[in-house]
């Protein structure tokens, strides 16, 4: 007696056969083959390297020019990715390039588009965007310790006279030149780079004309600046890029569809191996050649959905595997 199975057996052998090339579909991070990357003596003269072709690959060479401070570059295959397969962490990782270039404007609005994409990460995402703004506030400068009444000029514009009731507004990385003129006294004159979000107390000393003039250098105490941009090298909200763990998933279905197929084609051989036993057996003992017959089709059909549950899960190996 022959067992009966779910799949005849000339699909299951074609499905086995078929396996081998359920690893070699494409996905979405798959590496180019190296056969379609020219070699230097098949590329015509003249032109140059052939760039990386995959966002798999963008990504690669942009986390390794991050890692190593080249955020220009590092934004370049940032943004090439991401053209290419437009996933929510290239976009964070676009934001912290421009955060690392001091581009907060840029930094801002990339991390916008993250949290429509991402809102679960509003808490995180918006404590660096508080962060980024303070970065586009323009920088204060008070000015202590002159003589009431002495006109204050700034950038050849007269601000008003000490004591200010105002504080003298910088835009971030102009210089600002401050000077301070009263009666009887020598000019004073200083310069400051104004430093975006920071506030300042520029302590200034008047000497009269009587004294021989001095160029003492500005008091200059920092009240409040922004807290500078992480070090650590994030490229994604997890601290590793997405790659990663799509590739452990990748293996872990790989080794499981692996077991499964395995298992199946045991099953398979001892739900043969109950069928023969089932030839044996004289035509009187029809109750055991019935009992026989029940398990080589439960062995059977067992085998059937293992190999077909192992042939999905390698398929999405195939698929998953960079």
Known sequence: MVCRSLLPLSLRLMLLAALPGALLLPHPWA????????????????????PPGSAAEYFRTGRRHFLQKRFEAALTHFQKAYQLEPRDFLLFNIAVCFERLSMPSEAIAHYRRYLRRVPAETP?????????????????????????????????????QLPLKHPIWGSPGSE????????????????????AGTSVQLTISQ??????????????????????PAASPLVDLRGE??????????????????ILVTGGLCLGAFAWWKSGQTDQLASWEWERREALASDSR???????AMILSGAALLAAFGWLYP
């Open 31 to 50: 590496r180019p083959a190296a056969a379609q990357v020219p070699d230097q003596a098949t590329r015509p003269p003249g032109s140059a390297t052939r």
């Open 124 to 160: 995180t995402i918006e404590a660096r965007i508080r962060e980024l703004q303070r970065q586009l506030e323009p920088c204060r400068i008070r000015i202590e310790a002159g003589l009431p009444g002495s006109d204050v000029w700034v950038d050849g514009r007269f601000a008003g």
């Open 176 to 195: 600002v030149l401050i000077r301070v003129l009263k009666a009887g006294y020598h000019p004073y004159q200083t310069s400051l780079r104004a430093t």
């Open 207 to 228: 000497v009269p004309q009587e004294a021989p003039e001095t160029k003492a250098a500005p008091i200059v105490t920092i009240l409040s600046a922004p807290v500078p």
């Open 241 to 258: 890029p997405v790659q990663a763990r799509s590739s452990r998933l990748a293996v872990t279905l790989g080794v499981a569809g692996t």
């Open 298 to 304: 439960r062995a059977a059909w067992g085998a059937d």
